[in-house]
C-alpha cells in the first residue's frame, strides 16, 4: 500500500463500519504513535497492510534524514578544505581576503579596531635554490605554525601566496598591532627551521595597516604590504653593526 498523502481527520464512521464487516481488524500498532496520529490513523485503520507501508515510510523518511546529515557533513568537510593553504596549517588567500572583509564590516558597523599584518620571509629564494623546495616548504609551515601558535582565537592567521603571510588582529589599532608584529616576529626568528640534516635561520620583514571600514580588502593589503617593503628596503640600507 501507498501513502500518498496526510488526512487531518480520523476515518468516517461509515468507513470503519465497511471495514469492519469487510474483516477489517484493529490491531496493536507498530508505528510510533505520533506518526499514526500526525496522519489521521485511528487504530481501527491499522491493519498490518497498513502498518506496514506506514513503518516502510517512517524508515525511507529517517534514512533520507541520515543521507542529508552525511551530506551536509562532506559539503562543510570541502567547504573547509576549499579555505585551507595546500601546504601549511592556515587559511589561503582567498579565504583571507573574505575574512578581511568580513572584519571591515564589523568595524564599520560597531565602531571597533582592527588590524592586518604582512609578513614576507626574507631569503626564501636562497632557501630554495640551495636546499631545493622540500626544504623552502619546511621553512613556510615552520613561519605559519609560530604565527598560528602566538595569537588569540579570534585573530586570523593565513597564507597570502608564495613566502608571505598575513594575521588578521581584531580589537587591534595600529600601535597594538605594531606591538603585536614585532613579538610575532621575535618567535618567528626565535630559532632556526630543521629539515634532516639542513638547518637555517629565519628572519622576516613586517607591515602593519589598520582596517579602514572604508576601504576595500585589496586597499587594505596593499597599505600592508607597502609598509612591509618599506621595513625591508630600511633593514637593507642600515649598516650592518
Not at 48 to 61: D, G, K, W, Y
Not at 138 to 164: C, F, N, Y
Not at 171 to 177: G, L, S
Request: net charge neutral; proline share 5%.
Amino acid at each position: 500500500m501507498k501513502i500518498t498523502g496526510a488526512r487531518t481527520e480520523p476515518f468516517s464512521d461509515n468507513r470503519r463500519r465497511a471495514l469492519t464487516h469487510a474483516g477489517a481488524q484493529a490491531v496493536a500498532t507498530t508505528a510510533p504513535a505520533d506518526s499514526a496520529g500526525f496522519l489521521g490513523l485511528t487504530a481501527v485503520d491499522l491493519t498490518p497492510p497498513v502498518q506496514q507501508a506506514l513503518a516502510t515510510l517512517l524508515s525511507e523518511i529517517e534514512d533520507l534524514r541520515g543521507e542529508v546529515g552525511r551530506l551536509k557533513a562532506r559539503l562543510t568537510e570541502a567547504e573547509g578544505l576549499a579555505d585551507r593553504d595546500a601546504l601549511t596549517p592556515v587559511l589561503n588567500r582567498r579565504a583571507m581576503m573574505r575574512e578581511l572583509n568580513r572584519i571591515r564590516t564589523f568595524c564599520q558597523r560597531y565602531g571597533s579596531p582592527a588590524s592586518l599584518i604582512y609578513f614576507d620571509l626574507d631569503g626564501f629564494k636562497a632557501v630554495n635554490d640551495r636546499f631545493g623546495h622540500a626544504a623552502g616548504d619546511a621553512a613556510l609551515q615552520a613561519v605559519a605554525g609560530r604565527l598560528a601558535g602566538q595569537v588569540r582565537e579570534s585573530d586570523i592567521v593565513g597564507r597570502m601566496g608564495g613566502d608571505e603571510f598575513a594575521v588578521i588582529l581584531v580589537q587591534a589599532d595600529a600601535a597594538t598591532a605594531q606591538a603585536k608584529a614585532q613579538s610575532l616576529a621575535r618567535v618567528v626568528e626565535s630559532a632556526p627551521v630543521q629539515f634532516g640534516d639542513w638547518s637555517a635561520p629565519l628572519h622576516v620583514s613586517y607591515g602593519v595597516a589598520e582596517i579602514a571600514p572604508n576601504a576595500e580588502p585589496e586597499a587594505i593589503v596593499a597599505a600592508a604590504d607597502a609598509a612591509m617593503f618599506a621595513q625591508k628596503r630600511a633593514a637593507r640600507k642600515a649598516p650592518n653593526l
